[in-house]
């Protein structure tokens, strides 16, 4: 089967609202089985690439993280075309090597949230995808170019610690994520990745440090105003990495190489016709490809 051309999906996080540099912009509602998305999605251009643009707290930020509806937002991307996602989420740092202001390509995840639908298979389709590598290869090396090229140092590699929140974390949380070495913590990319997986969707973080967590001598508090400051600086430069990676991911071609697009190919368990026919109409657009054949 032919590979789709690509298109790419941005999830902006705190203080981002919109992507620089879009054409042919037009707002669009997009209607989920799972709920309402966190705000009607941006269809554009960034060149020859088609991007769909989704703000994961809604313009404004209406939304706060443990009631975003991961799985409509997933969904509703999937069901725009969104082949390649890129997560661009705000965090806390976790190490004196990352201050403020760090960029970081994550690229594994502990999920500490509690509260948060975690899975498109419900009872009456099961599926069980591989979460070894959460994030696409493919796309990280694309990230590390256009970093590269717009001289924004972008550190490769670091675990991201996805606590539940909205409050920041207590000192002995604190502590404790550094014991088991996390790099970074946040409220919003569990289980969106995780998600995006079962919807066949590479998927690749970039964490931009607005704060050193609660762990660090000189930030015993984080305040909402510490926080708002450096996200107005990293907000321009992860739009600029936007633009800059729109070239390498409209080049690629063919399938992706570590299998992200592929992920259900060995994933459903539950019979064919033991499926709940209401459940598989839900996923048609998440699984279509496999419940189909």
Known sequence: MASPSPVLGILGGSGLYQIDGLTDVAWRRVTSPFGEPSDELCFGKLGDLSVVF????????????SELN?????????????????SLSAVGSLREDLPPGSFVLVDQFIDRTFSRPRSFFTAGCVAHVSMAHPVCGRLGDALLEAAKEINLPLRRGGTYLVMEGPQFSTLA??????????????????????????AEICYATVAMVTDFDCWHPDHDAVTVDQVVAVLQKN?????????AVAPHIAAHQGPCRQGCQTSLDSALITAPEARDPLLLHTLDAIAGRVLRR
């Open 173 to 198: 949380e604190s502590r404790l994520y550094r014991s088991w070495g996390c790099d970074v913590i946040g409220m919003t990319n569990m289980p969106e990745a995780k998600l995006s997986r079962e």
């Open 235 to 243: 907000a321009g430069l992860a739009r600029a990495l936007v633009r």
């Open 54 to 65: 989704l703000p994961r707290h809604g313009r404004g930020h209406r939304i706060p993280p």
């Open 70 to 86: 991961h799985q409509a937002n997933i969904d509703a991307l999937k069901r725009s075309g969104v082949t390649d996602l890129i």
